[in-house]
Each structure stands twice: as C-alpha cells, then as structure tokens.
Nanobody, 122 residues
Framework: VQLQASGGGMVQAGGSLRLSCAASGHSFSDYAMGWFRQFPGKERYLVASISWSGVRTWYEDSVKGRFTISRDNAKNMMFLQMTNLSPEDSAVYYC????????????????WGQGTQVTVSS
C-alpha cells in the first residue's frame, strides 16, 4: 500500500489541525493504520492507531483526549484530528500501515507515507 500524508502546517497553541493520509494500491481495509511523529534528532514513535474496521483505536498517553484517529475505508483515507495543540506537539507526522487487524506495536508498521510538518507556536 502506498501512503501520502498531508494537512500539516503552522498553528498557534490551543489551535487545531487535521492530518489526512491517502492510501492507494492494496486493499486499504486489510490494514491497521497509525500515525507516528518524530521530533528533531529523535526516533519516530506511534501516537495513534486504528483497526481495519475503524472500531478500535489506541492513543499514546500524551495525546489522549486531544487527538482523534479515524478512517474512511470507502475513500481509502485516514485522518488525525488534533486539538488543543501545544508547542510540544511540533514534529513531523507520518502515516503508516500494518498488515494486521489492529496493532499498537511499532514494528508491525511496514508501509510509510512521507512526513508532514506540524509546527505549533506559543
């Protein structure tokens, strides 16, 4: 599956952004999906994942209650709605796919989109 992330940008603290991930190639609904982020000089890590059906979700503690992951299998799209953003959320965000029903294990994600930069100013 090929992935393309979009929707990053600059926003003030307290603001919101919605990231999108467009998928093509293999059947999108065969994959659990996830959003990773990477701070400068750090390894990227998983912040949210969603099952193939969209019913189950998982969030890393620092984004719980602020970020919402969703997907539209009919349109081969995944989203990350980010609210109440803080400068600590500034990072490059990546969408990724795992050949699984649902996972929050980072090594399960084998297909990656390019990153999209999110910058939150104070």
């Amino acid at each position: 599956v090929q992935l393309q992330a979009s929707g990053g940008g600059m926003v003030q603290a307290g603001g919101s952004l919605r990231l999108s991930c467009a998928a093509s190639g293999h059947s999108f609904s065969d994959y659990a999906m996830g959003w990773f982020r990477q701070f400068p000089g750090k390894e990227r890590y998983l912040v949210a994942s969603i099952s193939w059906s969209g019913v189950r979700t998982w969030y890393e503690d620092s984004v719980k209650g602020r970020f919402t992951i969703s997907r539209d299998n009919a349109k081969n799209m995944m989203f990350l709605q980010m609210t109440n953003l803080s400068p600590e959320d500034s990072a490059v965000y990546y969408c990724a796919a795992a050949r699984a029903d649902m996972t929050n294990i980072e090594s399960d994600f084998r297909s990656w989109g390019q990153g999209t930069q999110v910058t939150v100013s104070s």
